[in-house]
């Protein structure tokens, strides 16, 4: 295991200068899919740049650049360039983390950086009163001390954190975590290792209500069409507005289907998706159709219809002796706000009256009194995704937070306090720390300070 | 009262605050420095104040939501978090008068807010996209971060300035500002704390996607240079850390580093297009 037999291969993955460059040529080279328009079509690097330059793009697969051979293939030599380096200095770290502290000379100690000597002889004449202080002392502050006897004197040693030298090896570890997530997650991955389209994949479903699939499509390569397993249904689709005209809420209400048998039911909204066995489906987008459902009961005999119809053709509902229709319509692009509805029991006039959508007008006729609540028709747009990675992802990040506290603001802290016992009684009191130094040497004085004083 | 009014006055406090370190650095009277602390602190209280104040206000026309979701608000807290990790570090490490070269950034972004001719302050609903609570956790831990960043970008422009008077002219003009090492130790300090908080905000970023979208990463012109902007301090440490770099060369990076902070805050929304709103109000 020794440096000098090591592999010249090896010893290139495991260097920082080349972490360094590939760093640096991530971060440059990611650019280009910010300049350049990523997964359009073909046409438009044609016009926008020329024949010439567009095929020099397929070649580099500029289009879709972030999945193409060589960027992949960077971040592919990262992550073996970080699992080397790590490897290769982690057997390091344990040995020195195993190396016994007591063993340290006082000659040794009289280099340390922060060093004091202190002369106990005033406060303490007897050598093992001075041990009985230094003890208590270390306790009071909360250091736990271990201790040896040596051959002239006693050397006192207590540590704090030693394991915080591994928080830069948990931060390595934690993006091999959240790659190592990313691939099992990738519908790449799934569709060309895996040979199991269904195991990850994002796609995409257009659901008019009442409508229901048990499949999705696939938003990218591979066969499009993606068994999910089970049945989706739409049971409504429901928008909702500010009053000044901003969309506020988009929400379907969806029901999943084992065998034909409800299993669960529930509303989805932008940001509050729906999970079932792995697929979650998230509301992306919606339809307005040209159609309408119309819900009518007629009281006091209590009988009720529902349909779907078309503007401007008449409808009969004989049960209820009334025919209606849609007359006029105020939209706001595709999506109605309201209908002018006719409705005639063939006794006087015909109403005739402005309804919004959703909501329940009470027309009072001589038969009797209608309750009408009419509604668009729409079709509910979905992003269905299965990515049974995203859990490793969501640990590495968790663990890239802790492994960034620790190796930032955690330190391994050392103090060693040496009490002679032949002719002086001088005590060697010494501290060492491998990371913020400034903030330790203020603690260190302040103890020094201490034993000084007593 | 009303948070405009508020935030205007915040504006001023930060102004006069700039002028007043500048003053004190140049005529090298450390009395004003102090006036410059207590405007800072009374223009942060202020600040908090009106931010609270809008919070409300949303409410009262029936938008409720934190008021980080546009370049207003945006711009505006920003401002806030630089004036915080000032103040965090003058009381921490008394270094006072480096508040000439942090707190005109943080007025900066108040005037840009409250004057740019592109930049809306009114209040609006949230679209759905954006009603979620990740929203705020994304935004409060980028800004933070990138507060860390626009001082940490300050104090190395002090330590290339500093660096390049000759002695002599050094004792002259900048007695009253932190040896260089210190500033070096202090630039340090800032990018640790900006790095942790970026990280933090491109994972709350991630987990807001994945929330609404169903995709943690889609490689959007903003996330992309979130990313770089990550990588550049992810270098910039490794450097320190394992090739000793220090002094120039780091102060240098982080100056590289706030500008890449800047573009990604910005340059994004004004030259590349992509999923983040913020340009578009
Ligand atoms: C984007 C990816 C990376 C991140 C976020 C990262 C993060 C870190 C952090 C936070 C530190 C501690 C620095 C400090 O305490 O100031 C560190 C140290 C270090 N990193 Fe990385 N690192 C990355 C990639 C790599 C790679 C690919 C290598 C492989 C050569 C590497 C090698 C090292 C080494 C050798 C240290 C010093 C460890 C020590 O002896 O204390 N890093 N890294």
Redesign the pocket.
Known sequence: MSSQQKNPLIEFL???Q??IF??FLLATTAIIGTIIPQNAQPALYVEQYGPMAAHFFQLLDIPDMYNSWWFTGLLAL?TA??IV??AD?IPRLIRLLRRDNLETTPEQLARYELLRRIDMSLTHPDHNAQLDHLRQFFRKHGWKTQERRKDNGVLLFAQKAPWS?F??YV??AS?LVILAGAVLGSPAFARKVLKQNNFAYKGSIMLPEQGSTDHVISSKGGDPVIDLGFTLRCDHFHIAFYDNGMPKTYRSQLTVLENGKEVLQQDIEVNRPLKYRGVTFYQSSYQPYQDYTVQLRKEPDNIVTSQTIVPARQIQWQEGGISYGIINRERQGEITRRVKIWLHDGEGEATQLWVEMNQETVIERASGKYLLTIKQVYATGLQAAKDPGVWLVYLGCLLMLVG?YI??FLSHRKLFAFVGTSGSSDLLFAGMTN?NKVQFERIFTRMADKLEQR | MDSSLLFGFTMIAYILASAIYIGGLLFKTPRLGLAGTCLTWGGVAMHSVATLLRWQESYQIGAGHAPLTNMYESLVFFALCIALTHLFLEHRYKVRMLGAFVLPLAALSMAYASFSPRIDDSIKPLIPALQSNWLIAHVVTCFIGYGAFAVGGALGLVYLLKNSRTPKEEQAAHSLLPGLAAIDELIYKTL?FG?LWLSAGIITGAIWANEAWGTYWSWDPKETWSIIT??LY?IT??V???RGWSGTRIAWLSLVGFVAVLFTYFGVNFFLSGLHSYGSS
């Open positions: 495991a260097s920082v080349l972490a590939l760093l990262f360039n970080l380096c790590s200095r030298r928080g830069v931060v390595h993006i960034l190796a930032f990371k | 640790i790095f990550w990588f992810a440490l490794h320190r850390f394992t």
